[in-house]
T-cell receptor
Framework: DAKTTQPTSMDCAEGRAANLPCNHS???????VYWYRQIHSQGPQYIIH???NNETNEMASLIITEDRKSSTLILPHATLRDTAVYYCIVRVPPPSPRGFGNEKLTFGTGTRLTIIP | DTGVSQDPRHKITKRGQNVTFRCDPISEHNRLYWYRQTLGQGPEFLTYFQNEAQLEKSRLLSDRFSAERPKGSFSTLEIQRTEQGDSAMYLC??????????????FGPGTRLLVL
C-alpha cells in the first residue's frame, strides 16, 4: 500500500468547513483513497472513498487531485461532534482483478481535528 | 452503531491470566477482521477470516494469541498468559466481499484490555 502523510493536528471553528489534507505521492493506479475517523474511545468509522473522481456523501466530500498524489477531505459545516482523529488510507480493495486485493487497512497516526466552539 | 458488537467492552486482568474477547459482525458479512490499537497509534491489523477460514495473520499475532470463527458468524480472540504489553484496544471489523461495490470495513466499539 502507498504511504500517506497527514498533518498531526488541526483546529477548525464550529460551523466552518474543515479541510483535511492527505499526501499519497506514491499511489498506484488501482489504489483507492479511503477516509475513516475515530472519535475518542470508539471504533473507527468509515467516511468516504474514491479513486480519481471527486466524491460526496451525507458526511463529507472527497477531492482528489488530477495526478492523484494528494486529496482533501471536506466536512462542510463542522460541528463539535466532528472532533476526532481522521485517517487517510490508500489500498487496493478486495477483490482485485487478479484475485484478492489488500485485505487489511493500514492506518497511520492520522490528523487530530479539534472543532472549536 | 455500525451493527458490529464486541464483548466485553472493558477487561482488567492480571499478568499471566488468559482472556477471551468476542465479536459479532454484521449478519450478512463474510469477512471479519481483528485489529489492535495502542495509545496514540492507529489500529494495526492482526488477522482476518473469510467465513470460517483464517486467511492471514500478522507477525503481531504471537503464539499466545489465537482467533477462531467456528461457524463463520461470531469470532473469538484469546490471549493466553497475558503480558502488560498486551494492554490495548482490540477492534473487530466486518465486511462483505464481493459486495457489488467496493469493500468497506465496519468497526465495532472495541474491547479495552488492561493487564496489571
Amino acid at each position: 500500500d502507498a504511504k500517506t502523510t497527514q498533518p498531526t493536528s488541526m483546529d477548525c471553528a464550529e460551523g466552518r468547513a474543515a479541510n483535511l489534507p492527505c499526501n499519497h505521492s506514491t499511489i498506484s493506479g488501482n489504489e483507492y483513497v479511503y477516509w475513516y475517523r475515530q472519535i475518542h474511545s470508539q471504533g473507527p468509522q468509515y467516511i468516504i472513498h474514491g479513486l480519481k473522481n471527486n466524491e460526496t456523501n451525507e458526511m463529507a466530500s472527497l477531492i482528489i487531485t488530477e495526478d492523484r498524489k494528494s486529496s482533501t477531505l471536506i466536512l462542510p459545516h463542522a460541528t463539535l461532534r466532528d472532533t476526532a482523529v481522521y485517517y487517510c488510507i490508500v489500498r487496493v480493495p478486495p477483490p482485485s482483478p487478479r484475485g484478492f486485493g489488500n485485505e487489511k487497512l493500514t492506518f497511520g497516526t492520522g490528523t487530530r481535528l479539534t472543532i472549536i466552539p | 452503531d455500525t451493527g458490529v458488537s464486541q464483548d466485553p467492552r472493558h477487561k482488567i486482568t492480571k499478568r499471566g491470566q488468559n482472556v477471551t474477547f468476542r465479536c459479532d459482525p454484521i449478519s450478512e458479512h463474510n469477512r471479519l477482521y481483528w485489529y489492535r490499537q495502542t495509545l496514540g497509534q492507529g489500529p494495526e491489523f492482526l488477522t482476518y477470516f473469510q467465513n470460517e477460514a483464517q486467511l492471514e495473520k500478522s507477525r503481531l499475532l504471537s503464539d499466545r494469541f489465537s482467533a477462531e470463527r467456528p461457524k463463520g458468524s461470531f469470532s473469538t480472540l484469546e490471549i493466553q498468559r497475558t503480558e502488560q504489553g498486551d494492554s490495548a484496544m482490540y477492534l473487530c471489523a466486518s465486511s462483505l466481499v464481493p459486495s457489488g461495490s467496493l469493500e468497506t470495513q465496519y468497526f465495532g466499539p472495541g474491547t479495552r484490555l488492561l493487564v496489571l
